[in-house]
C-alpha cells in the first residue's frame, strides 16, 4: 500500500470544529486535503438547573440511587461529567458506560472510570449488552435531539432511566463554506452523525419537509458519501442520497480504514 493511499484526494470534513482535528489529522497523514466544514456546534443545555440536578442527585446503588450513568458521546462527557464533578464528583458504586471508544476516552481523559462499552458503538447493541439488574437506575446524559430509542429501550429492559440533556445540539453549516467545498469538487464528504448530515446538507437545499425523498436528489458532483455509522447514513435518505461506504468500526480510525478501501 502506498505510504499516502488518498494523495491527492479532497475530502470535506463536517465534524464540529472543536472535534474535527483527529479526522483532519488523519486524512493529511494519508495524503489527503481536508476540506472543514463544520455543520454542528454544542451549546450548554437549555435548563443546566435540570443537568446540575441529576449531577446532585445520582446517590448510589446501595442508597436507591443510579447503578449507571451512560455517556452517548464526548460531548456528552464534557458537559455531563463537569456537572458530576461539580456535585462532588461519582459516588461510589456506580458504573460508567461510554457508547463507544472515543467517548470511553474522553471518560478517561476526564478522570472518569469506564466500566462498559459495547462491543459495536450503536444504541442498539448498548441497549443490548449493558449489564443491568430488574429496576435498576440509569442516568442517560445525551443531546437534546438524541435518539429517544436507547431510553425506551433500557427502560423496555426493566431499567428505570432519567432520560438528560446534558448539551444542546445545533444543526447548521455557513451556505458559503459548503458551496465552496464544493466547488474545489471533492472526492467524499464525511459524515460523522445524522446531525452533520442535516447541518451540511442543509445548508445547499431547504430541509426536507417529510420522510419521503425528493424526486431530484441534491446534486453533489459525485461526491462518495461516506458515514461513520448506520444511523448517520439512515439520515441521508430524506434528501434523497444514500451512504457509497458505512465504516466498521463506527469511529474516526474505521472511518478513515473505509476512504482507503473506497480509494485504493
Known amino acids: 500500500m502506498s505510504r499516502a493511499p488518498l494523495q491527492g484526494r479532497r475530502v470535506v470534513v463536517t465534524r464540529a470544529e472543536d472535534q474535527a482535528g483527529t479526522l483532519v489529522d488523519g486524512l493529511r497523514e494519508r495524503g489527503a486535503e481536508p476540506l472543514l466544514v463544520p455543520a454542528l456546534r454544542f451549546l450548554p443545555p437549555p435548563r443546566p438547573d435540570l443537568l446540575a ?112 440533556t446534558a448539551y444542546r445540539t445545533v444543526s447548521e453549516a455557513d451556505p458559503a463554506a459548503a458551496a465552496a467545498a464544493l466547488a474545489q469538487t471533492p472526492d467524499a464528504i464525511t459524515f460523522t452523525s445524522p446531525s452533520t448530515v442535516r447541518g451540511f446538507l442543509g445548508a445547499l437545499t431547504a430541509p426536507p419537509e417529510s420522510p419521503a425523498p425528493p424526486e431530484r436528489p441534491l446534486d453533489l458532483g459525485g461526491a462518495a458519501l461516506v458515514a461513520i455509522g448506520p444511523v448517520t447514513a439512515e439520515a441521508l435518505a430524506p434528501f434523497g442520497l444514500e451512504a457509497d461506504a458505512v465504516a466498521d468500526p463506527h469511529t474516526v480510525s474505521g472511518l478513515l480504514d473505509t476512504l482507503v478501501r473506497l480509494f485504493s
Open 53 to 164: 440536578e441529576a449531577a446532585r442527585g445520582l446517590g448510589g446503588p446501595d442508597t436507591g440511587g443510579a447503578a449507571w450513568v451512560v455517556f452517548t458521546s464526548a460531548v456528552g462527557v464534557r458537559f455531563g461529567w463537569a456537572a458530576v464533578r461539580e456535585a462532588g464528583g461519582l459516588p461510589a458504586g456506580i458504573r460508567v458506560a461510554a457508547i463507544g471508544s472515543g467517548t470511553a476516552e474522553a471518560l478517561e481523559a476526564a478522570g472518569s472510570p469506564v466500566d462498559f462499552v459495547p462491543r459495536e458503538a450503536l444504541g442498539d447493541v448498548l441497549i443490548e449488552e449493558l449489564p443491568l439488574a430488574e429496576g435498576d437506575r440509569v442516568v442517560l446524559l445525551r443531546s437534546d435531539i438524541g435518539r429517544e430509542a436507547i431510553a425506551t429501550g433500557l427502560a423496555a429492559r426493566g431499567a428505570v432511566v432519567e432520560d438528560v
